[in-house]
């Protein structure tokens, strides 16, 4: 399964100024280390790359379509240069008065990611309005909230503040800070391997504190694998069903080969 990052545009990637509409080249700021570290991201970590913005009324007299466009393209092109290439883009145009499906914090221009093929629960919603923070939690997600204490969305949220509280993995407005965090949390595998002989599951956490949660049916087994947990400060999951009224050896050797390939 595909996991992402639903990123925000406006406040998060470039820079959102008074007034709160770009429409101007003269208003375009990147946001600092944002081609350095979402760049990182890209080349380092196992996310696919999604842009989710609200843009009220685009389109009308209120944020003209011929301002919009091409600072928005210049934005993706120059993120494009960096080797940031969003995989879609999504815009809504509504105003929060319609309360549209479509809209942030709501998912209607997301349904294709409610399938078998992406992983929500380990996906992420990077931006700086507590409607960012309601989408995570309307996906089943977690949210990365760039606080720059502009309380920003504040009044569109459909839920108490407090409520979003447990969705906020990260509160930074730093994107190497955000880059550090989504690398650490890479470094939790898990996996699953089943043969005619054993059936197996692993997770494992690097950056753990060497808690574990052992049982392959051989307690001196259990031992030595709990102590590579131990000693590595590393949290370490096995659980084995093997064949031990035919061979120990198929229970050892297939949960070695389990644990090879989740540190791979």
Same mark, same amino acid.
């Given at each position: 399964? %595909? %996991? ?5 545009? $406006? ?18 700021? +990147? ?17 696919? /790359? ?11 007299? $209120? #944020? ?6 091409? *600072? ?26 319609? #309360? ?13 990611? +409610? ?15 507590? =409607? ?5 939690? #309307?996906?089943?997600? %977690? ?24 969705? /906020? ?8 800070? /955000? ?11 898990? *996996? =699953?391997?089943?043969? #005619? ?12 504190? !060497? ?17 590579? !947990? ?6 370490? =999951?096995?659980?084995? $069903? ?8 198929? =229970? ?8 090879? !390939?989740?540190?791979?």
């Amino acid at each position: 399964m %595909k %996991k992402v990052l639903f990123i925000d545009r $406006d406040g998060t990637l470039i820079k959102e100024p008074a007034d709160e509409q770009v429409d101007s080249f003269e208003k375009l700021v +990147f946001y600092p280390k944002v081609f350095q570290f979402l760049g990182k991201i890209c080349k380092e970590l196992d996310f696919e /790359i999604i842009m989710v913005t609200n843009q009220d009324g685009l389109g009308t007299p $209120d #944020n003209p379509s011929e301002k919009f466009w091409p *600072i928005h393209n210049f934005v993706l092109s120059t993120f494009k240069n960096e080797g940031i290439d969003f995989k879609e883009v999504y815009i809504d145009e509504t105003y929060a008065k319609d #309360n549209a499906p479509t809209r942030k914090p709501n998912t209607g221009l997301l349904t294709k990611f +409610f399938s078998d093929d992406y992983d929500l629960e380990n996906s992420f919603v990077i931006g700086d309005r507590l =409607t960012d923070i309601e989408l995570a939690k #309307n996906l089943g997600s %977690k949210g990365i909230f760039i606080n720059d204490e502009t309380h920003l969305g504040t009044d569109e949220i459909t839920v108490k503040r407090d409520a979003l509280d447990p969705y /906020i993995a990260l509160e930074s407005n730093d994107w190497e800070a /955000i880059y550090n965090f989504l690398k650490l949390e890479d470094r939790v595998q898990e *996996i =699953t391997r089943n043969t #005619n002989e054993t059936q197996i599951y692993i997770k494992l956490n690097l950056d753990g504190a !060497g808690k574990n949660d052992i049982d392959t049916g051989l307690s001196f087994f259990d031992h030595m694998l709990d102590q590579i !947990g131990r000693h590595g400060a590393m949290d370490l =999951t096995v659980k084995v $069903d093997g064949d031990l009224n035919v061979d120990e050896h198929h =229970t050892i050797e297939d949960t070695m080969i389990a644990l090879g !390939g989740v540190i791979q």
